[in-house]
């Protein structure tokens, strides 16, 4: 035999062998990681005791499961995979073949007769199908809606995607107006309409825009300065309080109250950059934790001006500027003074265009300060604190004014928030809403106010729309409760954002100024900041 | 002496006993020089000889122990360096740096890295951000100045060509060019430049030597740099200042320099053997002149920390009273001057014999002694040396 292979190399797992290996691991590691979990359950029995009851088959069909699922991937999947070229090697992301395979005009027909006869008989689905296959239609109605308006953004990427700012801004200033036509239309009369919009512009819009506005003014702080703050809900209290306490107790009007609400969260925001200011990275993170943690039990022990964890109630809406007001009973109330029928929604349409223009004023001024000569300090602080005192940056100035900056949008956002709500309590400043906001601001990449939005929008509108599953409840029993698993959805989206775009979604950066060219910069060349 | 002292405006930066101490450790000890104006000064010593902790200390990075920093300005006014704080330095006294390991923002784009570095002039033309926010006309000409200039320094440091890219995606050359352009931008009267030839090249080495001449030569902009690429040294600076242990070893014409015995041994050690040769070399009249530069252990000022006080033993007194040893004649600049004194012995027996013992350290001191002894011209050199103080 002239060809002498040696042994080693004739050794090459077929995907059969390699797959039954994998699969032996996954179900060795499922086992571990599930016996307990799985394997035994505590409850009670009739005499109220504390017994154990073990479910070895429902834990062995999870072993078996995961085994038979992780053999067919490897065997089958990643072969089919690979000779289908779906995923780019390089990238590891899809390519836009399979893009454009996976969105076809049928298809697009099909999903769009589906959402049509689904809704045409919406009204007689449990009937015809029973409450059982009536909640998979309206999975399948779901999906379908879904896959309709994927398709449509895909037709339309390169538009989009060139004039994405603007058709965001337009998009969100004309939703209202679309929920309410919308509805109108579905039944049947205006004030239906206006009935049904109650949800989806509170719920959706406002709730997501005070998290998009919040993130912004965090962005500041932590994305362009490079100032890792974990008590930025601090901020959003005081600047909640100050409209609550003012408000109430000596009748000011929202629109005074906006800027001294910013103006105080923006001192806070000073008092806390100060001793601050020699500290870094995790160092800052845990002083900034601790603060928020502080202002949260000072409002809850003073009790004599807060409430203590009661509250405060009974804060004023707000005012059309003084022309109009919202309140059913002032003789100026809306609907008399335009001569319309009564309703709720006025007031909820006119928050969602305050918290819009709110939100626009942000993004203005973090654009417009970021080509100014303190936005680039900050940026340059973020990449290197030594270089920018050699410069002749004074770095604690810079350090401020950038806590500050941030906090005054923080406390923007809380007096609208406690506006909103007509009610401020301790609640709502929990260390984990300082958490989500920071993880919206990584999410959508650090110092892009366009990712930044979106990541808010399927953060918490993802979070939102989980209670409108109700349909799952006949899928997986009366038991479910769709947005208990929020959370767990949320962890799961964030850690697959990380795996596959690690500096989130928009993770270039846009240059302040150009000599000839304006092009992105890569996100491996920016610095997350020391603290 | 052998320098003229300059007068007070021609030197841009005079340090004068300077002294930097870490608990224990005396980083700098008792250095004094002068950079003069529109010159060239290098500061070149081996490796830990607290040449970068000068340069902190100029910079503000460190607060000085002791010493003095004044700073000379165009316009006649001075300030003291070591009194100022960190960021007033490059923004009022017009000191400006770069460092030994890079310091871009290498996120940034070369363009707003300049940009950057004006921050100080920008925000006095937008009002401190106010004016500026709300588009008022004067930051927008000062905006369009600061990238006229940026541009012209992109120009210089022939990387206008990459001015939009970021300032991570440089190769190591250019960074180093681009780091000095952004110093230039803060419109600085003195540039402290930490090694700016530390990996480059022979070609990135010229394109930089090119770039500091035209620096000096256009801008009047002086320079003090650190410089371990003795080509670099020899060829642009004007005045060159050798540091070993944190203390002077000499000072001068980089000619000078470059034959003082003391310096030889800094760089290249010293053997028993050697010491020989060295001193014969060092009987020629030139090299004597240099030995006679600086206040000398014999018959300088001596009890002090200053820094020849005690080459043999290295020891200096420290303010709390505690003995800092920086290892037992590790000082070559030290032995060599050990060993001129030893080999004084039989001209001036009582001065030397106190100095000479421990400088036996490393060998025995009679060996160089009875070495010295047959040769007859160094007993001249401590001769001639005494006679002129």
Known sequence: ?531 | MSDASPSMNEAILQVEHLSMKFGGLVAIGDLSFQARRGEITALIGPNGAGKTTVFNCITGFYKPSEGMLTLNRRDGSSYLLERLPNHEIPARAKVARTFQNIRLFSGMTLLENLLVAQHNKLMKASGYTVLGLFGFSGYRTASAESIDLARHWLEKANLVDRADDPAGDLPYGAQRRLEIARAMCTGPELLCLDEPAAGLNPKESMALNELLMDIKDNTGTSILLIEHDMAVVMQISDHVVVLEYGRKISDGSPQAVRTDPRVIAAYLGVEDEEVETVLTEVGDEDVIEQLDTGPDSAHGPGTSSSYLAGPVTDTVGHSEGERVTVSRGASKAGQVDARSSAAAKPASPTKAKPKAKPAGAKSSAAKPTTKAATKSKTPGVTNRRGGRK
């Open chain 1, 1 to 531: 035999m002239a060809v002498t292979a040696s042994p080693e190399r004739d050794i090459v797992a077929t995907p059969v062998q390699r797959a039954t290996r994998e699969a032996l691991y996954a179900g060795a590691i499922v086992l571990g990681l599930f016996v307990l979990f799985i394997g035994l359950k505590t409850d009670q029995n009739i005499s109220n005791e504390l017994i154990l009851v073990q479910r070895w088959w429902l834990l062995f069909a999870v072993v078996v499961l995961t085994m038979v699922g992780r053999f067919v991937y490897i065997a089958h999947g990643q072969p089919f995979l690979a000779k289908q070229k779906i995923a780019d090697i390089a990238t590891g992301l899809l390519p836009d073949t399979v893009a454009t395979r996976f969105f076809r005009l049928p298809y697009f027909i099909a999903a769009i007769a589906i959402v049509a006869v689904l809704a045409l008989l919406a009204g007689s689905l449990d009937a015809l199908l029973g409450p059982g296959l009536a909640g998979y239609a309206r999975f399948a109605r779901a999906l379908a809606i879904i896959y309709a308006l994927a398709s449509v953004l895909f037709y339309f990427r390169s538009f989009i995607h060139a004039h994405f700012s603007a058709l965001g801004i337009a998009a969100l200033a004309t939703y209202p107006v679309i929920v309410v036509l919308v509805l109108a239309l579905y039944s049947g009369s205006m004030a239906g309409g206006f009935q049904g919009s109650l949800k989806w512009i509170d719920n959706f819009g406002i709730q997501i825009l005070i998290y998009v506005m919040l993130a912004w003014g965090l962005n500041i702080v932590v994305g362009l300065a490079g100032l890792l703050d974990l008590g930025y809900v601090a901020f959003y209290a005081v600047g909640a309080y100050a409209y609550a306490l003012l408000g109430t107790q000596y009748g000011l009007s929202f629109w005074i109250l906006l800027p001294a609400a910013g103006a105080m969260a923006a001192f806070w925001g000073v008092m806390l950059g100060f001793p601050v200011l020699r500290l870094r990275g995790d160092y800052l993170a845990i002083v900034t934790l601790a603060f928020g943690e502080i202002i949260r039990l000072v409002i809850i022990n003073w009790r004599e001006v807060t409430n203590g964890s009661a509250g405060i109630s009974g804060i004023p809406k707000v005012s059309f500027f003084g022309l109009m007001s919202f309140n059913v009973s002032d003789p100026n109330y809306i609907a008399k003074v335009l001569d319309i029928a009564q309703s709720g929604a006025y007031y909820k349409i006119f928050l969602y265009y305050l918290i819009l223009g709110l939100c626009l004023l942000t993004a203005f001024v973090t654009i417009r300060l970021r080509r100014m000569p303190v936005g680039r300090a900050w940026e340059a602080l973020r990449e290197d604190e030594i270089a920018c005192r050699s410069l002749g940056i004074n770095t604690t100035t810079t350090k401020l004014t950038a806590f500050a900056t941030g906090a005054m949008f923080g406390g923007f956002a809380g007096s609208f928030f406690a506006a909103r709500q007509g009610f401020v309590s301790p609640e709502s400043f929990i260390f984990l809403e300082s958490a989500i906001i920071l993880a919206i601001v990584v999410l959508g990449g650090m110092g892009s106010l366009v990712g930044i939005a979106v990541a808010a929008m399927v953060m918490i509108g993802g979070t939102e729309a989980l209670r409108e599953l109700d349909f799952l409840k006949q899928v997986f029993g009366p038991d479910f409760t769709p947005e208990l698993y929020r959370m767990l959805l949320f962890g799961m989206a964030m850690v697959i954002v990380m795996v596959w775009k690690p500096r989130g979604f928009v993770g270039s950066r846009e240059p302040t100024a150009f000599l000839k060219e304006r092009r992105a910069v890569s996100g491996s060349f920016t610095k997350e900041g020391h603290g």
